[in-house]
């Protein structure tokens, strides 16, 4: 039998709950900060950026844009990533996809620190979903087992493809 879920008041929970994570690490002196990356001028990874950056203010996360031109070369993707992964008042770190065709997306995805990696796309974070373990996972994977697991709906021993 089918089931309605109610995915925006999901939505609007988690962000209930992530606000309020936001606020005790502010109140501990921690102020959480999502880095993101854009190369280019994509219409979609544009409108994707901005959407993310509302959604970070909404829920108390600090927010900062790296919006490189679409030439830029790799070594500097790389370089302003690394500066990232050394920041310790940068929390996470997202590319958006695509990148410009010379710049190579397996090379910049290792760069990134699989600690800071909130796309779960670093193959560090890769293995841990691969052999069952706890990790960074995809925000959309993660997010369709979180809104069946809010709703009520049974996991285990079922097979998805």
Known sequence: MAKLIDGKAIAAEIREEVKAEA????????????????VGDDPASVVYANSKKKAA???????????LAGDTPEEEV?????KLNKDQAT????????LPDHISKEKVMEAVNPLKDVDGVHPVNRGYILSGQEGLF????????????RSGVELKGKHAV
């Open 23 to 38: 606020m005790q690490l502010r109140e501990q002196g921690i102020i959480p900060k999502l880095a993101v990356v854009l």
């Open 91 to 98: 929390h996470g770190i997202m590319v958006e996809l695509p």
């Open 138 to 149: 995809p925000a959309t994977p993660q997010s369709c087992v979180e809104i069946m697991l």
């Open 57 to 67: 203010e909404k829920v108390g996360i600090d927010f900062e844009l790296f919006h």
């Open 78 to 82: 790389i370089a302003l990533i690394e």
